[in-house]
């Protein structure tokens, strides 16, 4: 099930060279919980980048999360005390990476986002505060990004877990692990709950099924 975070990334126009070489952070670490009560511990992403990202294929430099669309490749990848630093060289000639350079230049564009996945072992969540908190991650791509993660996606990651739904518990981890915030998980259980007590069969997966237009009408990703 893939994931998406984003970071601001804190650059200015002065230092993205004209070879198109640039430098910010990916991800940092610990702090207060991000929007979606999430918070990376150190050391999330050291395994992921032994292995070279997605099962040794390298992590991608790409646009919007569209792996289509690469933009040129990451020339280093670490942790350090903050969190994830990256420096990228976008391939100049490239259609995309050209127009992703002038808009860097222009402070248009702004934010990194990493695209990952998390194992069951990967992560510890607090039923109280509901807090979860990565340790190991697996990150296959950063892509410079104008926008957030399309919240379609965290619905679609929801649809392919249901099946695996039994409760309602069930279903709220389930939803934690997509990427909802503790305050979004809660709202959509209150919409099954209400479907159950109008009598509705299976209202679990029936009620997430059809969420999609709902959510969006109600504005639960702002």
């Known amino acids: 099930m893939n994931e998406y975070k984003d970071m601001p990334l804190e650059l200015k126009a002065s230092d993205i060279s004209e070879d198109g070489t640039f430098a910010g952070y990916a991800s940092t670490f610990g702090g207060e919980p991000d929007s979606v009560n999430d918070i990376i511990q150190r050391g999330a992403f050291t395994d992921t980048i032994l292995s070279n990202g997605n099962k040794g294929r390298g992590i991608k430099l790409a646009w919007q999360h569209d792996m289509r669309q690469p933009l040129g490749k990451w020339l280093k990848i670490e942790e350090n005390n903050r969190g994830l630093a990256v420096i990228g060289k976008l391939t100049k000639g490239v259609r995309a ?126």
């Open 97 to 222: 990476a050209d127009e992703a350079h002038l808009l860097m230049k222009d402070g248009a564009i702004d934010g990194l986002s990493i695209g990952f996945t998390v194992d069951k072992d990967g992560y510890d969540y607090d039923d109280k505060k509901g807090i979860r908190t990565l340790k190991k991650v697996n990150l296959w791509e950063i892509s410079l990004v104008t926008f957030g993660a399309n919240p379609k996606a965290r619905i679609t990651s929801v649809k392919s877990l249901l099946k695996e739904a039994k409760t309602v518990r069930d279903v709220e981890h389930i939803l934690r692990d997509a990427g909802f915030s503790a305050t979004e998980a809660k709202y959509i259980i209150s919409l099954v709950k209400n479907d159950s007590k109008q009598g509705m069969p299976n209202p679990i997966l029936d009620s997430l099924k059809s969420l999609n237009a709902e959510i969006s009408a109600y504005k639960i990703f702002n």
